[in-house]
């Protein structure tokens, strides 16, 4: 069965150093999207990707966040510099379309010390 | 006022139960609704995905769409320890074409 591939799956990191974050959707998804998910609640959408292209970064901390899918297959997000209000849950989801069932991946767990 | 209102629970129910879970919500405009499980450190994974209101089963699990009141419901039934996770609501707007998602509700099944 097909998933969503995602690295690492703990990352710790101090304050101030950049970290990166890796994904993999289901081979032939358009739409990849990056959620931060904080303990206790639901995930909230980062960015969104149709093919290589953004199609929504409204809630993505472009000061100190970036991410980029530039072959329109798998992406990148980064985190420079980390804060200790980032530690956090992070997803990657992909689906054949925009609106389509999203799949996740197990995701990255973030924490900044 | 959140788009998407979820009881957190947690609910504790014993084996074999009928499990009721619930969202409300304040856009008219969604339109798409999911409900994901996500155990403890993973990833959400997609239970059920409806469009517009009616009711769609799934084998124990039903979910149910309300646009007039702007509810949703899943319901589990012959609920199973394994059934034990935190369930989450999703909708989306044909407009906004995102995700918004519920807080989650801690669901424990006991056996």
């Known amino acids: 069965e097909a998933e969503v591939a995602q690295s690492p799956r703990y990352k710790i990191t101090e304050k101030s150093q950049a970290v990166a974050f890796w994904c993999d959707p289901i081979s032939g998804h358009a739409t990849l999207y990056w959620y931060r998910q904080i303990l206790g609640q639901g995930p909230e959408l980062l960015v969104q990707f149709q093919d290589e292209s953004v199609v929504d970064d409204s809630q993505l901390p472009k000061d100190r966040f970036s991410a980029e899918r530039l072959k329109g297959v798998d992406s990148t997000l980064k985190i420079q510099p980390a804060e200790l209000g980032d530690s956090a849950m992070y997803l990657c989801?992909?689906?054949?379309?925009?609106?389509?069932?999203?799949?996740f991946g197990p995701g990255t767990r973030l924490t900044v010390t | 006022q959140k788009e998407v209102e979820q009881d957190p629970g947690p609910l504790s129910v014993p084996e074999g139960a009928i499990v009721s879970l619930n969202c409300t919500y304040s856009?008219?405009?969604?339109?798409?609704f999911m409900w994901y499980r996500q155990y403890s450190r993973k990833g959400p994974e997609l239970l059920m995905y409806?469009?517009?209101?009616g009711n769609k089963e799934d084998g124990r699990f039903t979910a149910q769409v309300d646009k007039s009141s702007k509810y949703i419901s899943l319901f589990i039934r012959d609920s199973q320890p394994s059934d034990s996770a935190t369930y989450l609501c999703a909708m989306a707007s044909q407009g906004a074409q995102k995700l918004v998602f519920g807080q989650g509700t801690r669901l424990t099944i006991n056996p």
């Open positions: 989801a992909s689906s054949l379309a925009r609106l389509g069932e999203q799949y």
């Open positions: 856009n008219s405009a969604f339109q798409y």
């Open positions: 409806t469009y517009s209101s």
